[in-house]
């Protein structure tokens, strides 16, 4: 979707907010009258908080709006609503579990061998 790709490219190289650093737009669904964009924002990382995440979204929403417009050449822009997206959270933390079991397995076959 442009609006995403657009999104991203201004996240990335225009907005100078350190909380957005790490930032990275997962999904932007409209509405279908097109008065409301969710986008949904998630970071990497293991020292990110949403809370932050957020707050530095909403900090920089009408310079993120403005050049939104800007960029697409729209004369109305959609009202922006951001949402942290959970799942490259949940994804470490699968992988997370998923290497434990690894390393557990390993060490019981391992010791088993030896025996």
Known sequence: MQVQ???ADLIRKG???PRLAQA???GVILSRDLRIAKVYVAAHGDAHDEE???AGF???KGFIK???ARAL???YMPELKFFYDASLDYGAHINRVLKSIQLNDE???STADEQ
Do not use: C, H, M
């Open 15 to 17: 907005v100078n907010d």
């Open 24 to 26: 990275t737009i997962t």
């Open 107 to 109: 060490k019981n076959n």
């Open 58 to 60: 909403q900090s920089a």
């Open 5 to 7: 790709k657009v999104l």
């Open 52 to 54: 932050a995440l957020l």
């Open 73 to 75: 050449g729209l004369r």
């Open 66 to 68: 403005r050049e939104l």
